[in-house]
């Protein structure tokens, strides 16, 4: 279980994320959204323990976060990919944790098949398309099973047909294998179709969340309905 | 005449002249010494700099990059006056005239190159590579080795501009190491003395075995760098 | 990674071999033999008259001489900062003071090189035979046309010295300063049948491309004497004086002038022992 406890960040003066307290079970999958500005790469960050708050901590499995861990996986906003073949990107997060050869071979076989990649495995990454980029990095990170893999905005940019690719991937490998999973997203449909839990962000601030299910239909805030609307 | 010193020089590497041969290896010795050294300092130097923040950073960096230009005669003359047996360490260690000298003076050239060009790749392409690496759950050392990876062509690019500058100077190498027959005489300070004797196709041709081999060396780089 | 570590192995170990190999050669090179660093002018080296000296030197007192080729205010500034042993030079002001500011010790004259005047065979100014200063008076009277090198060299300014010497300022349609190199200045006078001052060891190797002939020479005038200095052990310790002492007495022998005198190149003597 990952819980964030008062998290709060601020850059020059300027509160970023404000006083966001909750709890991420394990094995669901969470949907963040919010306008542009609302502090949702910031969160993640927060949440991962690549920046310290300026307030507020992180707990997993009731240990504090000071510094990023192997069991949390991260993927950010335009991915960056190793000079090396699609294949060799998957293996890293294996090959450093020290995988035996043989497993490491079939876990990348498994995720070239989810993520339809076979057929790229050879290429050099660097020149992927954007659609094949964020396969490849999505792939790469759930490659060591992270127990928590967190997402930022892995669809933005890309085609329908790629945006469906991912989801499905994303949601083959949860239901296999109860990855949790929190997904920074500015799609709200993408959180509708995708999260079991969406949160809606504003302004730093967690404003209000709910499932899924119910959020999009019984919204509290005239801000938030305004939001769902495309007002925002 | 070009054609003639052509001629020339391929005949004059094929005739096994000994001395020459001297003289090409301690070109190539001396430099590659000189830039290895400069290497070891800068690499991590650009690094430690071009990662973190700290007081002064701009100007360091302004000042590396006027230094990635320093007159060879300049370094060489303080160098000069630093290992002379009248300067401040010659009176200890003295190394004037020596092939060490002018490692040192081609250390003092190629470490502003290689740490200017490595600290530019560094600043621009590091952080999202740090990012992912953390977000896969690297630890410090496997993020150091997969950085040095991910930038290994502009460290690589920044070791052959240094070894290219300063196996082609003159003013430094003959300023500290005299160009003394057989022991400090490299290629350029043999074309030096060939041109000043008025054997033009002798210096032009020691002229292209340089080209030669700096041709060889940046080839060598295009490729690995194109291997894919 | 994998591919990366085999990649720097192979540029190690290639790095190794190099510096393996460079340093035996080195090591080989400056094996233990007691050295002499002599700061000499180039003009020595490059006649290679130090390539007849010093290997006889060598054998005699098993001393390696270090050359310094360099001009003649920077061989006697690496002798004042103590960088050398001896040195060889040719600026008699220059020594003198070098040797009054105990910077040097015991100056011997060694040898001297000297400059001519040559111009074309028909010698339409008629200076074949005269002394200097009468040559040079006869051609500032403008039969023909004197080149000057025009470049602040040592023969440059001993040219103006010479022309002081008569209280001659050169100039006038016959006076033509080009700011190049010997060489080319003694082809430039060869293309316009034209005089020229240039040193005896540059005509000598140029004589077989030249129309030029030697007009005026031998006056005392013309002389470029060349002096041996070793560093002052007192005010530089490290220095081998010892050795320095032996390369003066060696330079000064009379074998050692048989070799200076017995240096021909061209058909010309460059250098003539004191």
Known sequence: MLVAEGLSQIYQGRQIVQDFTFQFEPGRIYGIIGANGAG?????RLLSAMEKPSAGRTLLQGKELTAPVPEISCVWQRPYLFQQSVRRNIRYGLKIRGWPRKAEQERVQQLLEIFRLEHLQDNWAPKLSGGETARVAIA??????????????????????????????????????????????????????????????SGGKLVEYGPSRIIFNSLATEETRRFIRGEL | MLLTSLKEGIKLILSGNTELYLIIGRSLFVSSMAVLIAGIIGIPLAFAAGLNNFPGKSWFIKILYVCMGLPPVLVGLVVFILLSRSGPIGKHVYLLFTPAAMIIAQVILALPIITGLIITAVEEKAEPIILTCRGLGA?????????LGELKLSIVTGIVAAFGRVIAEVGAVTLVGGDIEGYTRVLTTAIVLESRKGNFELALALGLILL????????????????? | MLKRTKLNGK??????????????????????????????????????????????????????VKVLAVGTGQAIKIGEMGDCDVILVHSRAAEDKFVADGYGVNRRDVMYNDYILVGPGNDPARIKGLSVKEALRALARGKGVFISRGDDSGTHKKELELWASVGIKPEGQWYKAIGKGMGDTLI???ELGAYTLTDRGTYASMKTRLDLEPLVFGDEALFNPYGVIAVNPERHPAVNYEGAMAFIEFITSAEAKEIINGYVVNGEQLFIAE
């Open chain 2, 212 to 228: 030669t081999i700096s041709f060889i060396i940046n080839t060598a780089l295009y490729h690995w760098q194109y291997r894919r």
């Open chain 2, 139 to 147: 630890n410090q050392r496997q993020l150091t080795w997969t950085l």
């Open chain 1, 140 to 201: 790469r990170a759930l490659a060591p099973r992270p127990k928590i893999l967190l997402l930022d905005e892995p669809t933005a940019n890309l085609d329908p047909s790629n945006t469906l690719l991912v989801e499905r991937a994303l949601y083959e490998v949860h239901r296999e294998e109860q990855t949790t999973i929190i997904i920074v997203t500015h799609d709200m449909f993408q959180a509708k179709r995708l999260a079991d839990v969406t949160l809606y962000l």
């Open chain 3, 11 to 64: 540029i190690l170990s290639l790095f190794l071999l190099v510096v393996l190999g460079m340093n035996l050669t080195v090591a080989g090179l400056s094996q233990e033999r007691k050295e002499l660093v002599l700061a000499t002018t180039t003009s020595t080296r490059d006649s290679g008259l130090l390539d007849h000296l010093l290997p006889v030197f060598e054998a005699k007192t098993g001393y390696k």
């Open chain 1, 40 to 44: 949702k790469s910031t969160l993640l």
């Open chain 3, 188 to 190: 430039m006078a060869n």
